[in-house]
């Protein structure tokens, strides 16, 4: 399976590195530039494992609560959190349905969920630190190019 997994991965032109039984592939975004996802073939299955976003600074049980509910809608994956709190995206898969078909539908899931959640999620449990950002980065006349997600929490005047 790590061969027809990582000629899937070359085919679809995507940054890749293989270990042992591991294909980490690189998932380009809009939102979340960059989602890793580590493939890990087994003899009987294969495990999806991408990092989404670190613990939340604050509203963590609101952030859960919202990550659950979106369980419900996904394909192949779900919303999980590791011994840190960190956000995931998981999933296993039967040996015997993996198929470029099917690594490119639930890949398209992980990349569409990890890049169409990442400002929610960031907003979420991260706000106090974004609105810090905004006003340190206007204070020094520094570029917020990379807030612009979040003009809505740009303070008034700094």
């Not at 042992?20 to 530039?33: A, Q």
């Not at 976003?53 to 990550?67: F, G, K, T």
């Not at 960190?86 to 990349?111: C, F, H, K, N, W």
């Not at 907003?123 to 810090?132: K, T």
Request: some cysteine; charged content about 20%.
């Amino acid at each position: 399976m790590i061969a027809m997994v990582t000629k899937w991965a070359r085919d679809c032109g995507l940054d890749h590195e293989v270990a042992d039984n591991v294909v980490t592939v690189i998932l380009p975004g809009e939102h979340k530039l960059r989602t890793t996802c580590a493939l890990v073939t087994g003899p009987h299955s294969l495990s999806i494992n991408a990092f989404v976003a670190r613990h939340p600074d604050e509203n963590a049980p609101a952030v859960h609560s919202w990550l659950l509910q979106r369980n419900r809608r996904l394909l192949g994956v779900a919303y999980a959190i590791d011994h840190l709190g960190d956000i995931y995206l998981v999933g296993r898969l039967p040996a015997t349905t993996v198929t470029s078909d099917v690594l490119d539908q639930v890949m398209g899931v992980v990349l569409s969920e990890a890049d169409g959640s990442f400002n929610t999620i960031l907003e979420m449990g991260f706000r106090s630190s974004i609105e810090r950002e905004w006003r340190w980065r206007l204070s020094r006349g520094e570029s917020t190019a990379n807030l612009a997600a979040f003009t809505h929490l740009r303070p008034g005047d700094v």
